[in-house]
């Protein structure tokens, strides 16, 4: 089975997560949003864990919400690894490119993680183009131009006042402006 993966803090799910999902639809058979417990590259405020996976689960966008223990996509592939499925890290360029060209440490980590899943990247702020030797590994998704919709956009507009409706799913769009206009 081929699983599509969509990690992230969804802190709120956006329009832009939604066509994610939307467009790995055709190169996978499953879309699962994975939130992990602990993220290494930020720290959150807003929704609680709970409130993000109810939000998740009114999209409709997505077959399944998993939490996992760790925040790397090879950590994540790990927890999700069974017998007979295929991982497929559905991302945008901004992500793909932290992924392919980050200091692993060590000579042939990049392509050694390939071998546990691939990668599904939509161009966002910007044409991907993978290296040359990983773009076996790497598929291109075409998704509307979303670039201005972002989780923090999200929350930077409910703060202010401004609109913000449009930039989230319609199912989250009430629960969503309870929960970022506490204080």
Sequence with gaps: MKTGVLAGAFNPVTRAHAALADAAREAVDEIVCVLPRAYPHKELHGA???ERIEMLQRTGNFD???ITEGGLFVDIARELARPGRELYF?????????VLTWDYGEPGAIERMLDEFQLLVASRQGHFEPPVHLRHTVRSL????????????????????EPWEHLVPQAVAEMAGIIYSRK
């Design 48 to 50: 609680t864990l709970d």
């Design 142 to 161: 075409k998704i509307p131009n979303l670039d201005e919709v972002s989780s923090t956009e999200v929350r930077r507009r409910i703060e202010a006042g």
């Design 64 to 66: 399944r919400v998993e």
């Design 90 to 98: 559905i991302c945008g360029r901004d992500a793909a490119e932290r």
